[in-house]
């Protein structure tokens, strides 16, 4: 059976924007069918992360590509943009598919 | 519901900005008059800005002010406001800004339905026209009660 990636939806407060693009990454996954479990956080949650990949605003990408607790990032510029979250998603897996 | 955390008092329509700082600190005032957040809640806004870019503009012309619960988050809360001429936030892709939506997330997951209304609201084009011809607070805080009561 394929595995299931772990991701962390994260911004600074951890409250407030990563909830909503959590919301909207939850609903593409579903529709279609991505092998990837969220949850939501502050930049500060990174301590002890051990899962596959962040997913946060694209403004927040490179102070958290830069971060060593960060194995990979993904930003999102539009969070209600489902197709964006979609190919980005989907490009992600396609390079870390094992 | 993101209706219930939303009134008439937190909504403002055509506000005059001089510049993204000037939006934010405008946009957020009645929220810290009517007891939702601190100025240090404010003052942490603009300093993520300053320290990490414009991740509080989500989407095209719109920023979601909002810091970090212990910054000073006294109760859930959103506000509505539109500026008369946009601003500059920086945003790469989502420049200039036009509305606003200033959030008070406290530390806890009891707003979590009412983010989910906020970012399904944003995601509906009628809305954005609708905001755009409303004339009072009120139409406003009645405008948001039926959209999501329609998505």
Not at chain 1, 47 to 73: H, K, N
Not at chain 2, 52 to 75: Q, T
Not at chain 2, 104 to 120: F, I, K, P, R
């Amino acid at each position: 059976m394929a595995r299931t990636y772990q991701a962390l939806v994260c911004c600074r407060a951890g409250i407030g924007s990563s909830m909503m693009l959590e919301a909207k990454c939850k609903q593409v996954i579903e529709e279609e069918g991505l092998p990837i479990k969220t949850r939501h956080g502050g930049i500060d949650q990174l301590s002890g992360f051990d899962g596959d990949l962040v997913i946060t605003m694209t403004d927040l990408v490179d102070a958290l590509v830069a971060d060593e607790r960060v194995p990979s990032a993904v930003g999102i510029s539009n969070i209600v943009d489902k197709d964006e979250i979609k190919q980005k998603l989907q490009a992600w897996l396609d390079e870390h598919a094992e | 519901m993101l209706s219930d955390f939303l009134a008439e008092e937190l909504v403002q329509l055509g506000v005059e900005a001089t510049d993204w700082e000037d939006a934010v600190i405008k946009a957020t005032r009645p929220l810290v008059e009517e007891g939702k957040i601190t100025e240090g809640y404010v003052e942490d806004i603009i300093l993520g800005v300053k320290d990490l870019g414009p991740y509080i503009v989500v989407a095209p012309h719109v920023a979601l002010p909002h810091a970090r619960p212990e910054s000073g988050a006294i109760e859930p809360a959103v506000g509505v406001v539109t500026l008369s001429e946009p601003v500059s936030f920086g945003s790469v892709s989502n420049d200039p800004v036009r509305y606003l939506f200033p959030l008070s997330a406290t530390d806890n997951d009891g707003h979590l339905g009412a983010l989910q209304s906020l970012v399904e609201i944003l995601s509906d084009d009628d809305f954005f026209a609708q905001l755009d011809s409303a004339k009072t607070p009120a139409e406003v805080v009645e405008l948001v009660r039926i959209t999501e009561g329609r998505l």
